[in-house]
């Protein structure tokens, strides 16, 4: 065992339970855009998100973790909404989708140990229709990471620890190039994605070192179904009385390690809240609940209980969530409908 400071790269290097090095929320079912950039441009309207995740209460130096992003669509058309299949069809029948681009950008910090890491990144992704309503997007996020280290945080055997002396070298930071690359395939029913993330090597301790130290990628495939099963009568009132259930699932890898897996289940009951579930293997349950106030903004919290070894020396993982539609009209405003 080299020094007490490697015991903060391993807060790092396991984030989520198994050696993941990236942000992982609960809630990424409600802002697809932080783990996937070509989510961005889905929607006609401006998407802006926050959230702040407490992991691992109870443990000293445990990680936490914020982000901010906002994406929007560029030429986009107005996304349709029909009473009817019949109606779905005929429309798609007639009149095609045209090209359209999103754009987004996403600002996250993450602190673990003596370690803090921000990333600032922008994206640009181009949606391409298809057929009927199906479009596939294609987008990169590019941008630059800065892993920070608090000495009044470090307790060292020996002064000359390599891993120590690498960042004072840089008065303790190092700044790195971030790049994730997405794909996206969706309708208005349900959508399939595909991400990679930190697809650009970065070293976190000095190759001769510890080659755990290096930044991995990270590859992430989701996908999810919306049934409503529920709809009000009232069709001048029906994005406020939809009641949509939403199964979704998130294949996880990391070279190196097993592949993970989530599986979640959302009720959305628009305009009103939102109450959801999710199973991380090996690692943790986690239910949440949101209030939506009117078509404009959602609160959400996320408790995470886990089910891993850390589950004796822990108390769960908090997460808080706001996501804000801007320019969002009632009528028109992205909800799923067919």
């Given at each position: 065992m080299r020094k007490l400071l490697l015991i903060a790269i391993g807060f790092l290097l396991s984030l989520t339970g198994f050696t993941q090095q990236v942000y992982m929320f609960s809630n990424y079912t409600n802002n697809q855009y932080v783990l996937n950039p070509a989510a961005s441009g889905m929607y006609d309207y401006v998407q802006w998100n926050t959230s702040y995740r407490k992991q691992w209460s109870g443990i000293d130096g445990a990680p936490t973790s914020m982000y901010t992003s906002?994406?929007?669509?560029?030429?986009?058309?107005?996304?349709?909404?029909?009473?009817?299949?019949?109606?779905?069809?005929?429309?798609?029948?007639?009149?095609?989708?045209?090209?359209?681009?999103?754009?987004?950008?996403?600002?996250?910090?993450?602190?673990?140990?003596?370690?803090?890491?921000?990333?600032?990144?922008?994206?640009?992704?181009?949606?391409?229709?298809?057929?009927?309503?199906?479009?596939?997007?294609?987008?990169?996020?590019?941008?630059?990471?800065?892993?920070?280290?608090d000495p009044g945080k470090v307790t060292l055997k020996d002064a000359s620890d390599p891993t120590y002396t690498f960042y004072l070298a840089d008065n303790n930071k190092k700044v790195s190039f971030d790049a994730d690359f997405g794909l996206w395939f969706y309708s208005d029913k349900w959508y399939a994605g595909y991400s990679a993330l930190q697809v650009v090597p970065n070293g976190y301790t000095p190759a001769d070192v510890s080659k755990?130290?290096?930044?991995?990628?990270?590859?992430?495939?989701?996908?999810?179904?919306?049934?409503?099963?529920?709809?009000?009568?009232?069709?001048?009132?029906?994005?406020?009385?939809?009641?949509?259930?939403?199964?979704?699932?998130m294949f996880r890898y990391r070279p190196g390690t097993p592949i993970n897996v989530d599986l979640s289940a959302q009720v959305h009951f628009e305009q009103r809240g939102r109450l959801g579930f999710s199973w991380r293997m090996d690692n943790a349950m986690a239910i949440w609940a949101g209030v939506d106030l009117g078509h404009?903004?959602?609160?959400?919290?996320?408790?995470?209980?886990?089910?891993?070894?850390?589950?004796?020396?822990?108390?769960?993982?908090?997460?808080?969530?706001?996501?804000?539609?801007?320019?969002?009209?009632?009528?028109?405003?992205?909800?799923?409908?067919?």
């Open positions: 906002f994406n929007m669509a560029i030429n986009k058309q107005k996304n349709r909404h029909f009473r009817s299949k019949d109606a779905r069809h005929f429309y798609y029948k007639h009149n095609k989708h045209k090209l359209h681009h999103g754009i987004g950008a996403l600002v996250s910090q993450d602190e673990f140990g003596a370690f803090q890491k921000t990333r600032i990144q922008a994206s640009y992704g181009v949606h391409v229709p298809l057929f009927g309503p199906y479009r596939i997007s294609f987008a990169t996020r590019i941008g630059m990471g800065n892993t920070a280290l755990d130290g290096m930044q991995l990628s990270h590859h992430h495939v989701t996908g999810g179904y919306h049934i409503i099963v529920m709809r009000d009568r009232d069709y001048d009132d029906l994005e406020s009385r939809n009641i949509v259930v939403t199964p979704s699932a404009k903004m959602a609160i959400m919290y996320a408790y995470d209980i886990p089910t891993n070894t850390l589950s004796t020396i822990q108390t769960g993982s908090h997460e808080f969530s706001i996501t804000i539609n801007l320019f969002n009209g009632k009528v028109g405003s992205g909800r799923t409908r067919f």
